[in-house]
């Protein structure tokens, strides 16, 4: 005969009346509130950063904080969207690069109008995304894989079309609009945190007010399930591609703004950053779970960190190692918030 032990349940009834433990309960609290836990930490860390750095709660820095956090915040829009699939995208900011690139040596080089070689630019990152999302879906390679052998494409392109040289845009031409700043009282921001801002507002309602968005989450947690329910698993797949390709369009001309003009050597750094932001929002890896406003929140904390330790006197290196530590500790969390029990 079998012993059960006193804290098996033997029913229904026994599951539902099970008392969770405070561990527990958090764990169902973070699991429902995806965006909750990098909130408590993006408050908690300007708390302390505001204590330990005495100007970096100034009007000042922290507008220079929002400005300098810009470009990631755009690029972990659409690396939201990918990586709710369940996939990566290794490749968006050197795809941000070749568009910006794109943008600026036809205004420059070529005499193209600024709103036309705006538009031809976010074509080509259309296009990039559209790549990605072809080979995934058509070919069915591995995301990580694609987008590692797209990032040294782009990568290669780009340093071939601008010959390894910065172009710089002339003062008032219309690519720099996103550079140019906006104050209020004193407090400044540039139109292109305003942009980005938008890029949230609009991807933030298509996921949580459209079928769209409910197929992607869908998809990202259960592909074959997906399928099988009638979601054209393979459609949803290349639009997440596809929209993050409009996303590194918008990140292109808000670099074009940043640095004014554009760089072939700037984007190295751009796609860790945006996962690093996605990932650290709340955003799940495994697919499926995620806000896309977690994202601006993990962005906000990878530049808090940045600044704060900038401002407090600590060696840059520590920059990285604490980026580093809080990647390693939001994946654990998320490990951790996913095996939440009934």
């Given at each position: 005969m079998t012993t059960v032990g006193?804290?098996?349940?033997?029913?229904?009834?026994?599951?539902?009346?099970?008392?969770?433990?405070?561990?527990?309960?958090?764990?169902?609290?973070?699991?429902?509130?995806?965006?909750?836990?990098?909130?408590?930490?993006?408050?908690l860390s300007v708390i302390i950063f505001g204590l330990v750095a005495d100007n970096f709660m100034?009007?000042?820095a922290l507008s220079l904080l929002v400005q300098q956090m810009a470009v990631v915040g755009a690029l972990a829009v659409g690396q939201t969207l990918v990586i709710l699939t369940a996939g990566v995208d290794l490749s968006n900011g050197m795809a941000m690069v070749l568009a910006s690139l794109v943008m600026v040596k036809l205004n420059h080089d070529q005499g193209v109008?600024?709103?036309?070689?705006?538009?031809?630019?976010?074509?080509v990152a259309i296009g990039t995304g559209a790549l990605n999302g072809a080979l995934v879906t058509r070919v069915h390679l591995p995301p990580f894989i694609v987008t590692l052998g797209t990032f040294s494409i782009f990568?290669?392109?780009?340093?071939?079309?601008?010959?390894?040289?910065?172009?710089?845009?002339?003062?008032?031409?219309?690519?720099?609009?996103?550079?140019?700043?906006?104050?209020?009282?004193?407090?400044?921001?540039?139109?292109?945190?305003?942009?980005?801002?938008?890029?949230y507002v609009v991807v933030g309602f298509a996921l949580r007010n459209t079928a769209w968005g409910r197929h992607l989450y869908a998809t990202g947690d259960d592909a074959e399930a997906s399928r099988l329910?009638?979601?054209?698993?393979?459609?949803?797949?290349?639009?997440?591609y596809v929209v993050s390709g409009v996303a590194v369009g918008v990140?292109?001309?808000?670099?074009?703004?940043?640095?004014?003009?554009?760089?072939p050597n700037a984007g190295l750094n751009y796609?860790?950053?945006?996962?690093?932001?996605?990932?650290?929002?709340?955003?799940?890896l495994f697919g499926g779970r995620g806000l896309v406003v977690g994202s601006l929140i993990g962005a906000l904390i990878v530049q808090v960190f940045n600044s704060g330790l900038a401002l407090a006197g600590v060696d840059p290196n520590y920059q990285v190692l604490a980026t580093g530590i809080l990647v390693i500790?939001?994946?654990?969390?998320d490990q951790w918030i996913r095996r939440v029990k009934a």
């Open positions: 006193n804290e098996t349940p033997t029913s229904a009834e026994d599951l539902l009346s099970r008392k969770h433990t405070p561990a527990e309960r958090i764990q169902h609290v973070l699991h429902s509130n995806p965006a909750l836990s990098p909130l408590i930490v993006l408050v100034r009007p000042q109008p600024g709103a036309l070689a705006l538009i031809i630019g976010i074509v990568t290669a392109i780009s340093l071939l079309y601008a010959q390894g040289q910065t172009v710089t845009l002339e003062p008032n031409a219309f690519l720099l609009w996103t550079g140019q700043t906006l104050t209020i009282g004193s407090v400044s921001v540039t139109w292109g945190v305003i942009l980005m801002l938008l890029l329910a009638g979601i054209s698993t393979g459609r949803v797949l290349l639009s997440a990140a292109a001309w808000i670099v074009c703004g940043r640095v004014g003009g554009a760089d796609n860790l950053l945006s996962i690093t932001a996605v990932v650290i929002g709340g955003t799940s500790l939001a994946v654990s969390v």
